[in-house]
């Protein structure tokens, strides 16, 4: 069940990322100015933070609120790449444990 949540924690951003893109390409024109490479970027690497920066953006920009919803999208981006490593560290010979 673990590895379910873990693979849909991965797997499902990018998918919603796809989807959207492909069903509404023009607020991912408009949002990014029209460039392909920040939300490929984001694709990539911080996933569930592109989706919460299209989510959130309006014509003029970010309001505080915005900006609050894509810093808690980078921290759960960051956390799902550091969950990784304090999850496998017991299994890592060599690590040392204070």
């Known amino acids: 069940m673990c590895c ?18 492909l069903v509404e390409p023009a607020r991912w024109s408009v949002t990014f100015g029209g460039s392909p490479l920040l939300p490929v970027l984001g694709l990539i690497f911080l996933p569930w933070t592109t ?23 980078f921290i759960l981006d960051v956390g799902t790449y550091g969950g990784g490593f304090t999850g496998n560290r017991d299994r890592v010979t060599g690590y040392y444990r204070n």
């Open 51 to 73: 989706v919460a920066y299209v989510l959130v953006w309006a014509a003029g920009g970010l309001s505080l609120f915005g900006w609050l919803v894509v810093a808690l999208a």
């Open 4 to 21: 379910a949540i873990a693979i849909l924690g991965l797997i499902g951003p990018r998918a919603l990322i796809v989807f959207w893109w």
